[in-house]
């Protein structure tokens, strides 16, 4: 971490597209895999799941690093002039001074601070929530979770998608795909899933969840492996239909992806596609810490440059490498999260007492 | 039959693993265990090995994907390549829903034989399985070897200690298991009065609609009587000598004398230029050039691999003073094994591809 903070003033001094550049790059990975905490809850709770009781405290713990993740991407509008086009509108574009109404910077920041407030809110009320059932136990704060749940998969559904297309689509402002928010959205479950895998591995590795048996590593992976089908299913499904129809507004978009980042496009589908896919294809696959740990790091590695080539493309019109300051960010980011993180699951009973499907879960088989 | 074999009867899941275990530590050979759904787990329970179905999925899977594409890209760019919106004959992009498709279905229908093949499932052949109704119902049952001697009492022994254990008197031992459950079999005559009775003689009346929400609609059918000129259909023909917006007419018909007396009265709007030329050849290369040839000398991919007769070269003799009239006539209507163009390409598209041919006939 302190490398990597080294190596971040390094970049913010030479270079200030590439420093801002980087700054979306790892604020947004980090906002998506904090995200997934709370989805990975509301989702599980709406289902009626009871497996995944077993490691809720862990999604609890990634949500944590959301306040801190919402301070970077604000920081980030000092940057803006430097990444968005659309703030400097030239005279005679009228395809953006038709997009200003949505695409201003007043309105930019205020969708941003209700984007976070909102998830904020709600990933801070169900941590209460389980805090509070542990103190006192019953079924009401049960049935609140499922209420708090339902409200923010619904919303979450639309500011997510929204956030993608501010902070990311509009890089290109000229260009749009209906499907972004969904394809981002992917990513962020999959990348999220593989977070939280490693991290019970790492965990149950240690002693810390004895609990913890192949059958939930057996639906870890059953969700790395689907989310990563789901996730390449929309990357294809946008890249047919524009390949197809071979319309110029459209193949902007990835001529300058195909042409000056060949490996790296391919390399996407290889980490984030095949790797999962043919290690986790049988069922004792997923039930192996081993081959979950291999899928894992490719995903991880794979959805982080899968977004580096969504946003360097677009902020730099030439071929630009992966340097010390993406890689650093990370690592500053990283090191932050992975402070932020065992810092809130240190010495605590990693288990939702009084869950009323606690039971369930360890009685589960999968 | 049955009497070879013992049956024990749960009401529960819970309390059928417990079962399970009793009478596997105790060396009972259980033949089968019979339960309303897939139970997680039993198959581990109860001994049995993994499955080969998942690998036999995967092959066939594998095979599918193969097959769908290696067959695109023999039929796409060997046997008859053609153009399909001006993208490369190998597009593999495009072959993947396609290779999808066939990885699904090769792997289900696979799988499904493979299973019917296992079980020894074919049409006439005897079901070798017994049939316990209450299995497919609420109830959870083992099947084992029916114990001799003083085995059989411990048997009884271990069934009751589980009773008591359990607090479920409703395990029971039982040799034959024919039961049906007779609430159910009570509603079949009922089923049957219920769907006898709904049927109507009228034809034209559906009898009693569950749920008619929007089905009828409050605008006329195409088809439906219409009541201003007592015709049987809404739907008219537009009046004689109408055409659709942005359509330039052709006034000669699909006929020899048609052929011939645009052949003499036909002239090209379009005044040629090179702009046009190469317009022209740009569509002429996309939609022409398979059977006549980068230079219409009728040497085409498809003429080449003999898919296709050889037509005339544009610099024959037969074809050199062709008036501009009968090109446009042809390329519209098509002429013998030549297809119509019209639909392909619009009629400014068609002035430009003559422009094209004129020039090939001029050139040579």
Redesign the interface.
Known sequence: MGAGLLLVFLGLITNHEKFWSSWLLNGFYFTLIALSGTVFISIHTLANSGWHTAISKIPEAIIKFLPISAVIMLLLLLGTGNLYHWTHVEEGDTILLGKTSWLNLPFFIIRMILYFGLWIFFSYKLINISLKEEEEGGLEHHRNRIRYSAIFIVLFAITSSMASWDWIMSLDPHWYSTLFGWYIFSGLLVSGIAVITVLVIYLFKNGFMPWINENHFHDLGKYLFGFSIFWTYLW?SQ??LI??S?IPEETVYYAPRMDNYPVLFYLILVLNFAIPFLVL???DAKRNIKYLVISCGSIIIGHWLNLYLLIAPSVFHEHVTIGFSEIGMALCFGGLFMFVVFRSLSGKILLPKNHPFLEETFHY?? | MTNKYLHIVFRDEENLFEGIDLLRANDFSIVDVMTPFPVHGLDHKIGLKPSLIPTVGFICGAIGALTGFFFQSWVFTSSWPMNFGGKPFFAFPSFIPVIFEMTVLFSALGMVLAFLYRSKLYPHKECSTEKVPITTDDQFVIKLMKPEGEKLTLLQKLVNELKVKLDNPEIAISEKLTFFNNKIVALVPLAFILCFSSCKNNKEQPGYEYMPDMVYSRSFEYYSANPLDKSKSMAKVPPVGSIPRSFTPYPYPNTKDGYEQAGKEWINPLSSNDIYIDEGKKLFELYCVYCHGQKGEANGILVEKQKFPPPPSFSSDILKELPAGKIFHSITYGKNLMGPHASMLSYQERCKVVLFVQSLQKKL
């Open positions: 294809f890249f047919l390949w197809y071979n294809m049988t069922r088989t999968s």
